[in-house]
DNA sequence: TATGATTGTCAACGTACGCAGACAAGACAA
DNA sequence: TTGTCTTGTCTGCGTACGTTGACAATCATA
């Protein structure tokens, strides 16, 4: 998920910590961190602490990527003039990609 | 390039910014901050402003994603014994991929 | 040499972050 | 109903963040 604003942060957390099961209560004893900064978060502040955000984020299984800001576009380098596919189903079977742009996203 | 502590983030704004050919303060001035913050960001301090940093990576064309944290080998889930591979030297042609799992990653 | 650009670092200052503790509203089950 | 759990929000408080302005060290270029 892409992250242009606090409020997909707010939302990437929130969502991730109903899948898990837990509460703010359980999410902030997991993180080491407060219950109130947790509802802060979850509210789409922006000025919250980045460290913290990171350890949030290890606590619930969610990892953070940086990356050019590139188009999915490059990745299907053989479909030159087709638009950026957007659903699998527009994908045809056997079009070419680039590999190694899509490894790089799960490099360690 | 994923983000596990502040020094990621550092490395990844500095290295970003030497490929635009941006000083500090021409960065400073794109982002909106100050350039004594540009610097501390670099020198991988964690305590800092998290919708400050979203803005800095706007200025650098650098995008922010948070996903599972999965590992590589559920994209290859046709090569279930094989180690998780790390290269693309070491992906067989006609390897079959998880094409949902990788556009997740593109998604807007 | 001198000059300019870049970067690290410091001091001072106003602001607000994150904390603990508390309270109320809502949902749900016993 | 009562009780428990969850969440949003408020207070006060200590701390540190981000800013401006400045200075020195380094490097490259004229």
Known sequence: MKVNSALDLAAAVRGRRHDLGL???DLAERAGVS???IATVEAGKRS???GLVL???GALDLKM???SSRNLSDVFK???DAPTPRNLSDVSKGTPVNLDSILEGYRE
Chains 1, 2 share one sequence.
């Open 55 to 57: 350890r949030l984020l």
């Open 65 to 67: 990527d940086i990356s």
């Open 78 to 80: 053989g479909a030159k």
């Open 23 to 25: 509460s703010q209560a």
């Open 48 to 50: 919250v602490n980045f």
């Open 35 to 37: 219950r109130v900064w």
